[in-house]
């Protein structure tokens, strides 16, 4: 039987749109001084509806790439289970590249991500999250662009899931078991 739970909204619709208006302005004043468009790169599937929205509010030329990872969650601990199961369609040699994530929290995804993502000698690599756990930490990565710092709370909406569910919340809420606040 499925639990049930409480949804409390964490950040509304107009929160996240507010600071995705705000993180375009900086990215579009900060990013892509290379010659071509700057290659956006989206990690699935969290990601993908933070980044709809991101480059519709980045005001410079872009392309967009996609990267789906199989989860160290789905393996062991250790960044070393991560491995690429979806790549990139183009190169990103010489370019100026912006990775998008939903959310960072142990770092060990993004971590394996960026060196991987290094080693095919992109211009700049620079990494924007919507979501920071930055006290869950394992792995130390840079986040150049993030939207909000959150706590250890379990989060759905807005592209995070819950057993891929909640995806198309149009905002984020903190999900807790009933009985559980
Ligand atoms: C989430 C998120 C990041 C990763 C961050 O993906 O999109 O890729 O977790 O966690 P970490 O910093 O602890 O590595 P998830 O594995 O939930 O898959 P999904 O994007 O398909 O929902």
Redesign the pocket.
Known sequence: MHPEFHKRVIFTEEDISRRVRELGAEITAGCGHGSGPLAVVS?????FIFLADLIRAIDLDLTVDFMAIS???ESSLHSSGVRIVKDLSDSIFDRDVLVV??????????SYILRNLQERGPRDLRVCTLLDRTGSRIAPVRVDYHGFEVGEEFLVGYG??YMQKWRNLRFICALAEKGQG
């Open positions: 990690i699935l599937k969290g990601g989860s160290y969650r994530e939903d959310i960072v929290d142990t770092g060990l995804t993004l995070l899931d």
